[in-house]
Structures are given as C-alpha cells and as structure tokens.
C-alpha cells in the first residue's frame, strides 16, 4: 500500500488548488463553489455518483477546461495565466485511453515525452514501458492491446514528464486482476518518487486504500470530506456513500 | 427595467410599422414609373435596402462572433444568432427579389458577377452557419462553433467579392461613377423611405430575435434550478 | 530518468512532432491514401462520363480540365480531412495532446502540415491519371503547374484542416464539411482553376500576377486566422 513519504506535508502552499470553482454548460450547473486543496504528498480520493462533476472537476483542474467562475491554482500559478508551464505540471489518466492506437506503446511514449520537452524521449519511453511492466510488447501497435494493457500505457504516458500531480478519472475500472496489481505497484513507485494524486474512484475501498483523504461530490458541490488513515467515522462516512 | 424595453420595442413596431406604410405610399403612389421598365422596376426599392441591410448583418455578426469568442458573454451570442437569422432571411429575399427583377432588365434570371455572386455565398455561408448551430450537442459548444464561422464568414465575405469581382463583372450601378439613368426625385425619396423602413425591420426583427435567445436562457436556467432543488 | 527538467517544446519542434506523428499513422495504415486516390479515380471518371468522350478536346484543355482537377481534389481532400482527426477522436489521443505544454496553434499547423503532404501525394496521382482519361498532355504545363499547385494547396490544406477541426466537434459533423468548407473556400477555387488552366493554356505566369498574389495572402490569411481560432475551436 502506497504511503507518502515522511515529512511531506511540511510545504505551506498547496500543491493543486480550486477556490470557489464554478462550471456551467449552458443552463446545467456542473460544479459550483468548489474549495480544495491537496498538499504534496498527500493523495486524495474524490468520490461521487456518475454525473455528480468529478470527471468536470478534474478536467477543469489539469485546464482543459475553462471555469465559469472561481479559479484553479498549479504551484501557486494560475493556469490561464501561465498554462504551458501548469501543464507541465499535471498528468492526466482518464478513462478513454487518450493514445493513438495506430501507434506503438513505444511510439506513442517517444511522442508525448516530445510534447512535453523531455530529453531522450526514445530512452525515458523504454524506462516508463519497464516501470509499468510492459517492455515486450513496445513495439505493438497499441490497437491490438487489451483494455488493461491500455491504461498501463496510459499511466505511462501521464507519467512520461515526471508530473509531480496526477489528476487519475476512475482509471481502474474494467481492469482484471493483474492489471489493476500493476496499476497500484506503478503508483506506489509514484509515490515514492513524491507524486501527489486526485483519484476519482467507484471503489471507495480502493479510495481509501491508496489515498490519505478523501472528498466527496455530490450535484456538484462539497458533499463530505474525511481522512482515510484517522477516526474509523471517517471511514464509515466513506463507505456509507457507496450505493 | 423589462417595461423600459417592453415600450422601446413597441416604439420600435410602431416606428417600423409607420415607416413601412410609408415607403409602400412612396413607393406605388409617389414615385413615378421608369421610362423603360415600367411598374417591375419597382422592386428596386425592396432589393437595394435589402442587401444593404444584409451586409450590413454580416457587420453585426462579426462582432457578436467575435465579441463572443473573446468575452464569452451571452449577449454576445444572442447577436450573433439574432443577426445570422434575421440575416439570412434578408439574403434569402435578396436572391428573390433580384432575379425577378433581372429577367425584365437583364434578359436572364442570374448571371455570377460579383455582388450576386457573393450574396449567393454568403447564403450559404450563413445556411452552414445555422446548420452547424443544430448539430452541436449543447448550446455553448454550437455558440463557440457559430462564432468561429460567423468570423471566417465575415472576413471571408470581402474576399470573395474581389476573387469574383476580378473573375467576371456586370451589376448596374446605381450610385456613383458610370451609372447610366440618373434617379427622378421621386424615386430619390421613395429609396430613401424605404431604406430606414427596411432599416427599423431589420431592427425591429433582431431585437425581437435577440430577446427570444435571451429568454430562452433565461427559462433553460429556471428549469435546471429547479430540477436541482428537487 | 534523466535529471534534466523536461523544456517544452517551441512552436515549430511541436508542430513537427505532430506532423510527423499523423504521417507515420499514414504510413502504417496508408488508410487516407487509399481512399482518396480510389475516390479520386471514381471522381474522374464520374467527370469523363459527364462531359461526354471529346468535350475536352472540342472545348479546350484549359476549358474543362482544371475545373475537373480541382473539384476532384476539393472533394477528396475532404475525404483525408475527414479521417485526420477521427484518428484523434477515436480514443480521445487529442486531448492528451491539448494537456501537453504545447501551444494548440501547433496542433493546427502540424496537422495542416501532414494534410498538405498528404494532399500533394494525391495530386502526384492525380494530375497523371487526368492527363491519361482525359487525353491531355499536362507535362509541357509542369513548370507553371509546379508552382500554381502547390501555392493552392497550401491554401485548401490550412482550410480544410480549420474546418475539419470545426466539424470534428459535432455530433455527426462530418457530413457537414464539404458544406461549410466549400462556400468559404470561393476565393481559393476561382484562383485555382484561374490559375491551373492559364498554366494549362501556356499564358505566362506574370499575366496571373494579382491572382498569384491573393492567393499567397489568402495562404497567409488562413493560417493567422485559424492559429487565432484553434483554440475556441479544441476548447471542451
């Protein structure tokens, strides 16, 4: 089970904040007046029914979407401000597998690394293909890999930049066993390597396995928040949310 | 403040209303028949402010498009709904109006110079436009998208008339250098009339249109609120 | 891992990568090729049987074939803009790219880019076979031709790909791009076929000066405005 590292949460400012964060689309009210903040080293699971706003929330946090209003926080940066350099600072896993699927796993590596400006793309390609346990099948066109096999490049490829912040929608559902085995051993060496996380999750066990706190969403606002490691009521709290 | 409007736009009907019945009077009873076309010669008094007006709508679409894109303000986009509709109704009676007019004068129904020509495009252009709105999947995303062609479309409007202009050439003049019957004053007046008549339509029309985008918000976010409280 | 912190990419490097990326898919699947040389070939020969066996020869090469070729390359040009970002939308690999430290205005020159070439390898193809069912000899014309088309398709490759970005977005879009893109594209069209059949009828180039010259501002035109645009366009 992955645990910060010791003395992590000393930083005063936070590393990934929203502050009265606010989305509409047209009429609908996906999110209002939303208040977080994760410190480094301390994960957070985000829970919810489908359609309360986590996958809105997390979209707006990594800035591929624009706020209605209130504002998102990167470092201290404000993404509409300085967006290249926040976005350097954020990995994205969601549950479409966002690769291309004509590419190979190695392919579609070296590409994002790229992207992102990271030195010797091919190289830190070969590396994240080992870390999440994949380096034989690199050279296969990522079409002809199962779902599971999927999100392990997908991981990768949130990872290919060495975010400090990883934004994670729901990204084990469907996966079997070994794959979701090597899901939790790739965040755990994550973690080690001082990688925060926002996991948006079904499973709230899962949640409160591989997260130090938890927030809950409902209709769009703050339903309940709580510590996974503290009072077993918070606990309790967690777990009564699940349907 | 609704009653400040709700008498603005029933000035608006009033004036429009007024000015139509004069225009018509100008128009039929005023102006005298031209020497050689006789009464069908009339519809220049329709066609000529009715594309005026309809460029003069491209004008207001680009600046709810752009206003739109750069704001993001609501009232932005009611602009531009308001001016691409009530614009391309006004386009489509051009292209009525014009060849009904062009066979008498002209001998044939169409020809591709330059001013039909791009008024034709900018109907189409206008046509994809509302189209594109109907096929977005939620009202902000078909804004952003109408927006962005509202945009392309104006700048591309000017272009299109000089690519054709230098392609062919053949519109009667009617103002300025090179046009061939000076206009009775008869005629001058009934014009004119019927210009700002036209003009208050088109106003009349686009605030009407503007409001309806407005409300339509407006009544979308009552039933959201309300299927949240519940 | 190397101890470097990651730079992003400048505008160009990110561009490149992009092209370079949607040209590698290409050439794995050769999908876009196929499908817009085999439509192409349905085109002419739809053409061929429209204007009967000798209207060209009685109506002049310069009369009838650049309009063909260029109606040929609107319609399967818009086949290859089509399919450039289905592949994006198929499992979303776009919005990996929009959460890259990458300006989006390089996704659209990128892309462009890629359409460009691939739109150039379809001409290479095409204006061959014209000459063959068409019975008229194009390779005397290729000195103008060489400059005329590249500059056109420089123009229709930045449109279509403003556009495919456009109708991407929508629900079942697709079929609405030959209808949004095609008015829009007037100018490029008059020009084109201007153009090609002044190459064609061996008028000298200098003669086509101002048309030479809208369309190198159109080219530029298009590309500021859709670097302006990109961004409204990928927004959501």
């Known amino acids: 089970m992955p645990s910060p590292p010791s003395g992590a949460s000393l930083d005063a400012a936070p590393l990934l904040e929203a502050r009265g964060l606010t989305r509409r689309f047209g009429a609908t009210i996906a999110l209002e007046g939303i208040d977080l903040a994760v410190r480094r080293g301390e994960p957070v699971a985000l829970f919810g029914e489908n359609g309360a706003g986590k996958t809105t929330l997390l979209r707006l946090l990594a800035g591929g979407l624009k706020p209605t209003a209130g504002g998102v926080a990167v470092e201290g940066t404000d993404p509409r401000r300085a967006g290249a350099a926040a976005r350097s600072r954020i990995g994205v896993v969601s549950h479409q597998t966002l690769l291309y699927g004509d590419l190979t796993a190695e392919e579609n590596l070296v590409f994002f690394a790229t992207l992102h400006g990271v030195p010797s793309p091919a190289a830190r390609a070969r590396a994240l293909l080992r870390e999440v346990d994949l380096a034989e099948r690199g050279d296969d066109p990522v079409r002809t890999f199962s779902r599971g096999l999927r999100q392990r490049v997908a991981l990768a490829r949130a990872l290919v930049h060495a975010p400090p912040i990883l934004l994670l929608d729901e990204p084990a559902t469907g996966l079997d066993a070994r794959s979701t085995a090597a899901w939790r051993r790739a965040l755990a060496e994550a973690a080690a390597r001082d990688t925060t996380w926002i996991l948006a999750t079904h499973d709230v066990e899962e949640g409160l396995a591989l997260c130090p706190r938890w927030v809950a969403i409902r209709h769009g606002r703050v339903a309940d928040a709580g510590s996974s490691r503290g009072p077993e009521a918070d606990r309790a709290r967690a777990r009564a949310l699940a349907p | ?230 | 891992m190397s101890d470097a912190a990651p730079r992003p990419p400048g505008f160009v490097s990110a561009s490149l990568a992009i092209a370079q990326k949607d040209l590698r898919i290409e050439g794995r699947t050769k999908e876009t090729t196929l499908a817009t040389v085999l439509f192409a070939l349905v085109v002419l020969v739809v053409f061929a049987f429209a204007f009967g066996g000798d209207a060209v020869q009685r109506a002049g090469a310069g009369t009838i074939v650049p309009g063909v070729v260029w109606v040929t390359l609107a319609f399967s040009g818009i086949v290859g803009f089509t399919r450039s970002f289905r592949l994006e939308r198929e499992d979303d690999a776009l919005a990996a790219v929009a959460l890259a430290p990458v300006d989006r205005g390089a996704v659209f020159a990128g892309k462009a880019l890629a359409n460009f070439v691939l739109l150039t390898a379809l001409e290479t193809a095409l204006f061959p076979l014209t000459s063959v069912l068409l019975d008229v000899p194009l390779l005397a014309a290729a000195a103008p031709l060489a400059l005329v088309v590249p500059l056109h398709t420089v123009g229709l490759a930045c449109l279509g790909t403003l556009f495919g970005a456009v109708v991407s977005r929508l629900q079942r879009g697709e079929a609405l791009l030959a209808t949004l893109m095609l008015p829009a594209a007037t100018p490029l069209f008059l020009s084109a076929v201007h153009c090609t059949a002044s190459a064609i009828e061996g008028t000298p180039l200098a003669a086509d000066r101002h048309w030479l010259l809208l369309i190198g501002g159109l080219d530029v035109l298009y590309v500021l405005v859709a670097l302006l645009l990109f961004d409204a366009i990928l927004e959501d």
């Open chain 2, 1 to 230: 403040m609704r009653r400040s409007s709700d008498l603005a736009m029933s000035a608006l009907t009033v004036a429009t209303a007024g000015s139509m019945a004069a225009a018509l009077w100008l128009i039929f009873l005023v102006a005298p028949e031209e020497r050689v076309m006789g009464a069908v010669q009339k519809i220049f008094y329709v066609h000529v402010p009715l594309a005026a007006i309809t460029f003069l709508s491209v004008f207001l679409l680009l600046t709810g498009a752009a206003g739109y894109l750069w704001t993001r303000r609501a009232g932005f986009d009611h602009l531009s709904i308001a001016s691409a509709e009530v614009g391309w109704l006004f386009c489509t009676l051009v292209l009525v109006t014009g060849p009904i007019w062009a066979k008498p004068a002209w001998g044939v129904w169409w020809t591709w110079e330059a001013k039909l020509t791009t008024t034709l495009v900018l109907w189409l252009l206008l046509a994809g436009i509302l189209l594109a709105r109907a096929y977005a999947s939620t009202p902000e995303q078909g804004a952003r998208i109408a927006s962005v062609l509202g945009v392309i479309a104006a700048l591309d409007v000017p272009i299109v008339y000089k690519a054709v202009d230098w392609w062919r050439g053949q519109h009667p003049i009617v103002f300025g250098p090179g046009k061939t019957d000076p206009l009775a004053p008869g005629m001058l007046a009934a014009l004119l009339v019927s210009m700002g008549a036209f003009l208050l339509l088109f106003a009349l029309l686009v605030a009407v249109r503007a409001r309806l985008a407005a409300e339509e918000d407006r009544l979308a976010a009552l039933l959201e609120a309300a299927a949240r409280s519940r």
